[in-house]
């Protein structure tokens, strides 16, 4: 295999002065074995000029007779060099993993993670051959020279995503998901013809990796900044449905009097307007929901799944009255519902699937609320939503501006628009209030009120919870007080 010209040389030099690969590069040269960085760390470089904490090599030994050693041998090395922890990653394919702690100048610990594997028939040309995207197919030797085969570099520079070969793409059908997980991981402008055909010709095939697999790639894109344009490309491919086939009847509900869109395209749009909004919130709440529930998963993801499913009960629940209008009573509840079906399907977390359908269930509640409206149920719809509450009110507000039909004025939606970050604002000006110690606990409720395990103390605590919140007690002694004058017998 004939190498490329390299990239610029400075990006070259970033490779290879880094203190890992120094080390790593001169126990291959002691060991007469070739080291390759390749895939996933070879792009980031290209795109980014740095090097990311994910590095993947890959070993090849020129001469067998002179070298016994393999990639495990290699691996368990470079820990004991580094100070660092050896893992098996994978048997299967002989990957080997080693995480080693840093720690920066600024006092922040993190982990730089080292997968070391065999080339493929120990030969750099098939191991690159066997890859799944052409930007994931390029690799540098250490002693700075370029390979890239399918010309994954032009690829990269015009953000456009394709595949090594049909083969290598239906090898692991998860790879087909893969390739709008990378469109938004790279904000990439376009996926070629050919690897979308594929997808659409067999998106179906997807369903025969593990549930695990597909969940964490799909929570990867959402987990994406900018993943609306990819989720568009998905639906155009037809693995959106295959994923999550509760939107296909979706495609059938028209637009109505709120609405100015197909419902499936609706549901979509969601995803591009919470996206758009998150941009306009205030800091601290940019902050909140850009946190990992998982290291996969973002609060920003989970929204954007509750997005898609928000509405997927509608088609079960549609009506038409006389006047024509169209009615979907009790579509949120239904949603709910489906959205565990979703996540046992998927095998998704109880944490995630709980927090998901508690946004579903919960996407119109906001409306209701602006500045005129009473603190008590304010402060109640806080305690509801607990610490997803910023998480409900985007979704609501996405809701709301993608709902824009012949019904809905300008007016309304400033109004609704303006209420809604007047409630964002109302939960962080009470999050002190709402983050207070209980100034009584169950025992003490108990024990007071003589009342044995049960609802009825959850209630009395939720009741005083409330009176604390409003200020009406403010000691453990009022607090007794007053749930004695409540709970009079």
Known sequence: MNMTPPPHPDLVRIALTHPA??????????????LFLVGGAVRDLLRTGELPTDLDFTLTVPDRQASETSAETFSKQVAEKLDGRYVLLDPEFGIHRVVIHQEKASGEKTNLTLDIADALGNDLERDLCRRDLTINA????????????????????????????????????????????FMAQLSAKQIDSATLEIVANQGEKLLTAAAERIHYEFLRLLSCPESFSALQAMAHAGLLEVILPELVPTRQIPPNGHHHLMLFDHTL???????????????????????????????????????????????????????????????????????????????????????????????LYPCQFGSDSPRKSVMRFFRRMGDETPDVIILALADRHSTLGPEITPEILAKSTTNHLWLLDQFYEESALLNQPPLLK????????????????GKALEALKEAQQLGDVTTPEKAKHWLKSVYKK
């Not at 120094?22 to 060991?31: F, K, P, Q």
């Open 269 to 363: 749009e969601l995803v591009n307007q919470a996206e758009r909004l998150f941009l306009e919130l205030p800091e601290q709440a940019q902050v909140d929901l850009k946190e990992l529930i998982t290291p996969f998963c973002s609060r920003m993801a989970a929204i954007k799944l509750a997005c898609l499913l928000h509405d997927v009960g509608k088609p079960n629940t549609m009506a038409i009255r006389e006047d024509g209008r169209h009615t979907f009573y009790g579509h949120d509840k239904v949603s709910e519902e489906m959205t565990a079906l979703v996540g046992r399907r998927l095998k998704l977390s109880r944490g995630i699937t709980k927090r998901v359908q508690k946004l579903v269930r919960w996407h």
């Open 442 to 457: 169950g025992q003490d409720v108990m024990a007071l009120l003589h009342l044995s395990p049960g609802p009825e103390v």
């Open 21 to 34: 690969v120094v080390l790593m590069n001169v126990l291959a040269r002691s060991h007469g074995v070739e």
């Open 138 to 181: 390029m690799a540098i030797d250490l002693d700075g020279h370029f390979w890239d085969p399918f010309d994954g570099q032009a690829d990269l520079k015009a953000g456009r995503i394709r595949m090594v070969n049909q083969a290598n793409l239906l090898e692991d059908p998860l790879r087909m998901l893969r390739v709008f997980r």
